[in-house]
C-alpha cells in the first residue's frame, strides 16, 4: 500500500521563532492511499510542522519535496497549485459570506470575469453533500453553529479536489454525529488514494483511522511507525514518551451536599423551558449534539445572556443573578470554551489575565496593593504549574496553559460553583489530566462543578451526572452506571436506549 | 543597537526622545527658540492639549473615542462668563457648575454608549454637533468676556514663574497616571479595550465603567476649556474646535493603541508638547495658512510612520 511514491514530503526540515528552534531536523513523508497521524502535546511543534507542508512558512534549513521532488521556493501557491489543502484548527472562514462563497473563495469558477454561481453551486452542491451539510448554500456562515462551521471548513478543502489533505484537529468542535461523516469522508478520499494527514488529540479516532503515526515530541521526531498493533495505552506511551496512569482520575462515590444550583422552567437562548438542578461535591455533565443549548444553559446562569425561570435558587440567593457581576458575587464563575476570544485577553500579560477578576478585592483605598497582587499571581502560577514569566503576554503560552490561566484567575475567588465550557478542547493530554485532577479535587472540596464537553470519554469517566441537552430540551438524565459513550450518544441523537432514565 | 531597539517598544520614551532632539536641534538653529520664555509659552501650550488629551486617553484606551472634546471646551469656555453668579468673590461656584455640566455631558455620552448601545464615535460626533447648534442658540455670535477671578488667575498667574496651566497639567498628569496604573479601574479599562468579552466575562462591567470613562473625559475637556478660558479671556463659538483633532494626535503620538488596549498616558504628555512644538515651527515658516495646515498634516503623519506606532498584530 505504501511502496508508491510520497506525494508530499519534509526533509529533515529545521525552524526557529526568534532563535527558539522549534522544529529540529524533522522528516515526515505523506503516501497516497493513507491517513497518516501526527501526534504530540501542545508545543510539540505540530502546527508549525503543518505550515511548512502547506508553505505558509519556509524551512530555515532543509527541504519540502513534491512527488520526491524537493521544491525551492515553497509557497502557498505553490502548495495550493500542488494539491495541497489544509482545514485549520482555527476557523478561516468570512462569517458574513454565504456557505457556497466561502467554499468557493479563492477559487471561483468564472464566466466573463464575473463569479458563475450556477457552476460555483452546483460543485459546492456536491461537497456539501459528501459532508452532510444541509443547510440552503446561500445561507450566511454567521448563522451556523461552531460545528456546522467546520464541516464548511472541509467542505472547503474538499472543493479543491486535494490529493494531499492536511487535517489540523477537524473534529474538536463536532459532534459524535459529524465526526462520523467526517471518518467516512476520510476512508472515502483514502481509498480514491488521496494522502491524508491528521492531527487530534483524540486518540480513539487516530486508532480507528489512521494506518501510520509520526511523534512530536519537543521538535523531534520520537515514533514514526506503523499504527498496527498499538492501542491507546500505546499511542499514549508514544506521546508522553513515558507510563502514564489513567487519564482520568478515580472516581469517589458520589455524596452530594446542599443545592447550589435549582432552576425550574429555565429559559435562556437556545434553552427552553428546562428543570435542572446540581449540588454541591457533584461534577454535573452537560452532553448533546454541538449547539443544543448547552453554552446558553451556563451562559443564562452565569447571568451573561438574558434569561428567565419560573423558579430559581442559586448558590443559596433566590432568582437568577443579573449580571456577571452578581454571579460572580454569588460564587458563580465561568470558563469559556473560546479562551481566546470570551476567556483571556491575549495581548496582555498572564499577571495581568491572573489578576483581572480579584482586582477589586485585592486594592486598599481604591488604590491596587501591588505587593498582595504579585503575591497572589505568584501563588497561581506555582498551583497551576504555569511556569516561566508571568510578564509574557498570555498569547505567548500553548493552548494548554492558557486554560490554566483562565481557570487559575478565578480561584482567589474560592467559588462555590464553577461552570466550565469544554475546558480541555485543543489541550494537550499532560494538561488535560492535570484539569481532570484539579476538578476532582474542587469536587472533594464541595464545590460544584457543571462542565459541558464535546469529549463524549470526558463526560463518562469525570462526571458523576451527565443531562444531556437536544433542541434545548433535556433529552436524558444519566446517572452512575448508566453513564456512557452509547447512551449518551443515544439520547444526543434521540434514540431511546436502555439506562436512558429521563 | 540594543538600546536603540528597546527604545522603539518603549512609544512614551520614544516620543519624549524626540521632543528632546527637536527642541535641541531648533535651539540650535532658529534664534528666540531655545529662549526660556518661548519654551514656557510652548509649554503652556502643550497644557491645555495635554488636559484635554488626559480624558481622551482613557476614552482610547478603553477602545472608544470621544469626539466631543472640542465642543465641550467650547461649551465651557462660553458658560463660565455666563453662569458665574456675582455674589461669588472667588469665581469658584461658577467654576464647579461648568465642571459639572462638563462631567454631565460626558455622561450622557456614556449613558447612549452603555443602554443605547450608540457607537462611541456615533454618540460623541452627535453630541459635539448638538452642543454646538445650542450654542449658537444661547451665545449667539458674539464673544464673552470672562471677569471670573479663579478662572484668570489660572490663566494668568505664573506663582515662581511657572504658569498656573503647568501646574494644573502636572496634578492632572498625576492624576491619570494614577487612575491607569495604580487603581483597579485602570487595569479594567485596559481589559475592556484590549477584549470587551472576555473582560466582560471576567465580571468586569461594561456599563458602569463606560459611564465612569465618558464622565472623566467630559471632565477634563471642561478642566481643558477653563484653562483656555482664562489664558484667552474670552470664549467664543469655535474656541474648542482646534483641540478635537490634537487630543487624539497627541493620545496616537503617544504610542498608544487607537484599537484600545494598550498604551499609557506617560505617552500622551511628550505627544502634546510635540504637537504643539511641530505648530510653532511650522508658524516660523513664511508660508500661508493653507500651506501651514498641509505641513501640519503631513508631519504628524511622518511623525506617526518614523515611530512605527500600530504594532502589527
Same mark, same amino acid.
Not at chain 2, 296 to 305: N, Q
Given at each position: ?14 525552524k ?41 512558512l ?39 459570506l ?56 472541509i467542505?472547503?478543502a474538499l472543493f ?37 494527514l ?48 489513567d ?70 440567593k ?11 458575587a ?5 470558563v ?9 485577553v ?10 483581572l ?44 496553559n ?60 469525570l ?10 430540551h433535556?433529552?436524558?438524565?444519566l ?24 | ?32 527658540f ?6 514656557r ?45 456675582a455674589?461669588d ?28 448601545r ?14 454646538q447648534?445650542?450654542?449658537?442658540v ?9 471677569s471670573?477671578?479663579?478662572? %484668570?488667575? *489660572? /490663566?494668568?498667574? +505664573?506663582?515662581?514663574g @511657572?504658569?498656573? &496651566?503647568?501646574?494644573?497639567? $502636572?496634578?492632572?498628569? =498625576? #492624576?491619570v497616571?494614577?487612575?491607569?496604573h ?10 475592556l ?17 463606560t459611564l465612569?470613562l ?12 477653563? %484653562?483656555? *478660558? /482664562?489664558?484667552? +479671556?474670552?470664549?467664543? @463659538?469655535?474656541? &474648542?474646535?482646534?483641540?478635537? $483633532?490634537?487630543?487624539? =494626535? #497627541?493620545v ?8 484600545g ?35 501640519f ?6 511623525? *506617526? ?9
Amino acid at each position: 500500500m505504501t511502496d508508491k511514491k510520497p506525494l508530499l514530503e519534509a526533509r529533515q526540515v529545521f525552524k526557529g521563532f526568534f532563535g527558539n528552534p522549534v522544529l529540529k531536523g524533522v522528516d515526515i513523508a505523506l503516501h497516497p492511499g493513507r491517513v497518516h497521524a501526527l501526534l504530540g502535546e501542545n508545543g510539540a511543534g505540530k502546527s508549525t510542522l503543518i505550515n511548512l507542508l502547506s508553505g505558509a512558512l519556509q524551512p530555515d534549513s532543509g527541504a519540502i519535496a513534491v512527488d520526491g521532488r524537493p521544491v525551492g521556493r515553497f509557497s502557498p501557491a505553490t502548495a495550493r497549485a500542488a494539491g495541497i489543502a489544509v482545514v485549520q484548527q482555527e476557523l478561516s472562514l468570512t462569517a458574513d459570506l454565504s456557505i457556497a462563497e466561502n467554499i468557493g473563495l479563492g477559487a471561483f469558477p468564472r464566466r466573463f470575469g464575473l463569479i458563475d454561481y450556477a457552476a460555483l453551486h452546483r460543485g459546492v452542491r456536491e461537497v456539501c453533500a459528501m459532508v452532510g451539510l444541509t443547510e440552503p448554500l446561500d445561507m450566511p456562515v454567521a448563522d451556523l453553529a461552531l460545528g456546522r462551521r467546520q464541516m464548511v471548513e472541509i467542505a472547503k478543502a474538499l472543493f479543491r479536489k486535494p490529493r494531499v489533505l492536511i487535517l489540523d484537529e477537524p473534529t474538536s468542535s463536532l459532534s459524535a454525529h459529524e465526526a462520523g461523516i467526517l471518518a467516512g469522508v476520510i476512508e472515502m478520499l483514502r481509498d480514491r488514494g488521496t494522502a491524508l494527514l491528521y492531527i487530534s488529540h483524540r486518540l480513539n479516532e487516530v486508532q480507528a483511522l489512521c494506518a501510520h503515526v509520526t511523534v512530536l515530541k519537543d521538535g523531534g521526531v520520537t515514533a514514526d511507525q506503523s499504527l498496527s498493533g498499538i492501542d491507546g495505552e500505546g499511542l499514549v506511551r508514544l506521546m508522553v514518551g513515558r507510563e502514564t496512569g489513567d487519564l482520568f482520575p478515580p472516581r469517589p462515590a458520589c455524596t452530594p451536599g446542599a443545592p447550589r444550583v435549582d432552576v425550574t422552567g429555565f429559559s435562556a437562548g437556545l434553552v427552553r423551558d428546562i428543570a435542572f438542578s446540581a449540588r454541591a461535591g457533584e461534577i454535573v455533565g452537560i452532553g448533546g449534539l454541538v449547539g443544543q443549548g448547552q453554552e446558553d444553559l451556563l451562559l443564562g446562569l452565569y447571568g451573561a445572556i438574558p434569561a428567565k425561570a419560573s423558579s430559581a435558587e442559586v448558590s443559596g440567593k433566590s432568582g437568577l443573578p443579573a449580571d456577571v457581576g452578581a454571579a460572580n458575587a454569588a460564587g458563580l464563575v465561568y470558563v469559556p470554551a473560546d479562551r481566546k476570544h470570551e476567556g483571556l485577553v491575549l495581548p496582555h500579560s498572564i499577571a495581568s489575565n491572573l489578576i483581572l477578576p480579584s482586582l477589586g478585592r485585592l486594592a486598599r483605598n481604591g488604590f491596587r496593593d501591588r505587593p498582595a497582587e504579585t503575591g497572589l499571581i505568584a501563588d497561581l502560577a506555582r498551583r497551576l504549574t504555569i511556569k516561566g514569566d508571568v510578564a509574557r503576554p498570555v498569547q505567548a503560552l500553548s493552548g494548554g496553559n492558557q486554560q490554566k490561566v483562565a481557570l487559575a484567575k478565578w480561584l482567589p475567588l474560592d467559588p462555590s460553583v464553577l461552570l466550565l465550557n469544554d475546558p480541555t478542547r485543543g489541550v494537550d493530554i499532560e494538561t488535560k489530566r492535570e484539569i481532570y485532577l484539579m476538578l476532582r479535587a474542587f469536587a472533594a472540596e464541595g464545590r460544584l462543578i457543571i462542565l459541558a464537553s464535546s469529549d463524549t470519554p470526558e463526560l463518562v469517566h469525570l462526571c458523576d451526572r451527565v443531562v444531556v441537552l437536544r433542541e434545548g430540551h433535556v433529552a436524558a438524565t444519566l446517572v452512575g452506571d448508566a453513564i456512557s459513550e452509547e447512551a449518551i450518544v443515544g439520547a444526543a441523537m434521540g434514540v431511546d436506549r436502555k439506562g436512558a432514565a429521563a | 543597537m540594543k538600546a536603540v531597539k528597546s527604545l522603539f517598544r518603549n512609544p512614551p520614551l520614544l516620543t519624549l526622545v524626540l521632543v528632546a532632539l527637536v527642541w535641541l536641534v531648533a535651539g540650535l538653529t532658529l534664534s528666540g527658540f531655545g529662549a526660556y520664555g518661548h519654551l514656557r509659552y510652548l509649554l503652556e501650550l502643550a497644557a491645555v492639549i495635554g488636559i484635554a488629551a488626559a480624558g481622551q486617553t482613557l476614552v482610547i484606551l478603553m477602545g472608544g473615542i470621544d469626539l466631543s472634546v472640542g465642543a465641550v471646551i467650547t461649551v465651557t469656555a462660553i458658560l463660565v462668563p455666563l453662569i458665574s453668579p456675582a455674589w461669588d468673590p472667588t469665581g469658584l461656584v461658577g467654576v464647579a457648575l461648568a465642571l459639572t455640566i462638563a462631567t454631565g455631558i460626558g455622561f450622557l455620552n456614556g449613558a447612549g454608549a452603555a443602554y443605547l448601545r450608540v457607537p462611541p464615535i456615533i454618540m460623541t460626533l452627535a453630541m459635539a454637533t448638538f452642543l454646538q447648534g445650542l450654542l449658537v442658540v444661547v451665545a449667539g455670535g458674539s464673544a464673552v468676556t470672562v471677569s471670573n477671578p479663579a478662572v %484668570l488667575l *489660572l /490663566g494668568q498667574a +505664573r506663582p515662581l514663574g @511657572v504658569p498656573a &496651566g503647568i501646574l494644573l497639567w $502636572l496634578v492632572v498628569s =498625576a #492624576a491619570v497616571l494614577l487612575i491607569i496604573h495604580r487603581m483597579p479601574i485602570g487595569a479594567r479599562f485596559l481589559a475592556l479595550g484590549a477584549n470587551p468579552l472576555a473582560a466582560r466575562l471576567s465580571g468586569v462591567s461594561v456599563a458602569r465603567n463606560t459611564l465612569i470613562l465618558y464622565a472623566l473625559s467630559g471632565f477634563f475637556a471642561g478642566l481643558a476649556g477653563i %484653562l483656555v *478660558l /482664562g489664558m484667552n +479671556r474670552q470664549g467664543y @463659538v469655535g474656541i &474648542g474646535d482646534p483641540y478635537l $483633532l490634537t487630543s487624539i =494626535a #497627541a493620545v496616537v503620538l503617544g504610542g498608544t493603541s487607537i484599537l484600545g488596549g494598550r498604551g499609557t498616558y506617560a505617552g500622551t504628555i511628550p505627544g502634546a508638547i510635540l504637537l504643539v512644538t511641530t505648530t510653532a515651527l511650522i508658524t516660523v515658516v513664511n508660508a500661508s495658512p493653507g500651506w501651514r495646515s498641509i505641513m501640519f498634516g503631513t508631519l504628524i503623519l511622518s511623525l *506617526l510612520l518614523v515611530s512605527g506606532r500600530e504594532a502589527r498584530r
